[in-house]
Antibody
């Protein structure tokens, strides 16, 4: 069974840092691009970052560029999101996801983990 | 960025009804338009990818269509588990963007 499990969320003060982890199982992790998506309380979905299979390409939403860093360890079947200079508006549930990228050029997220809550507050 | 507008924002319907949800994009998304369902307190799950392809395991009452800037998700014969929030997503251009969601409620 394909499974993604996030961890590392919690309460952090504005300006602080947090590192999220996403543990993958049930598939060949190194063969897939991966993603982070967040959802502020009671709000919609916002894409945060993507990382290529080998980690050589990374993409970020403008609002986190320079503050967040996505990475992965294929030997450990894990992906990470290092979040620095956190702001109140970063408060959200953070989901990791696997990217399905067939040769057609279209792509989508499947599956998603259950999410981990990050709260930025003093 | 490609802006996504879903309509309606909320919809009340009954079990057994047929409903159509709409997603409009500010630029053409081509075939790169996906639909997700999110049940309360759960992670989103893909229903439709590439405009009209039904994800494996998703019931046949779900269908997608559209082109250019206008896309639809149709659910025939609503079931209790379909009362949730639905999001469209474009992956034609970075950054990938989601619509604001359509909340489907029981009448």
């Amino acid at each position: 069974e394909v499974q993604l499990v996030e961890s590392g969320g919690g309460l952090v003060q504005p300006g602080g840092s947090l590192r999220l982890s996403c543990a993958a199982s049930g598939f060949t992790f190194s063969s897939y691009w991966m993603t982070w998506v967040r959802q502020a309380p009671g709000k919609g979905l916002e894409w945060v970052a993507n990382i290529k299979k080998d980690g050589s390409e990374k993409y970020y939403v403008d609002s986190v560029k320079g503050r967040f860093s996505i990475s992965r360890d294929n030997a450990q079947n894990s992906m990470y999101l290092q979040m620095n200079s956190l702001r109140a508006e970063d408060t959200a549930v953070y989901f990791c996801g696997r990217i399905i990228l067939p040769s057609t050029g279209t792509w989508w997220f499947d599956p998603w983990g259950q999410g981990t809550l990050v709260t930025v507050s003093s | 960025d490609i802006q996504m507008t879903q309509s309606p924002s909320s919809l009340s319907a009954s079990v057994g009804d047929r409903v159509t949800l709409t997603c409009r994009t500010s630029q053409s998304a081509g075939n790169s338009l996906n639909w997700y369902r999110q049940k309360p307190g759960r992670a989103p799950e893909v229903l439709i990818f590439s405009v009209s392809s039904v994800q494996s395991g998703v019931p046949s009452r779900f269908s997608g269509s559209g082109s250019g800037t206008d896309y639809t998700l149709t659910i025939t014969s609503l079931q209790p588990e379909d009362f949730a929030t639905y999001y469209c997503q474009q992956t034609a251009r970075y950054p990938p963007t989601f619509g604001q969601g359509t909340k489907l409620e029981i009448k």
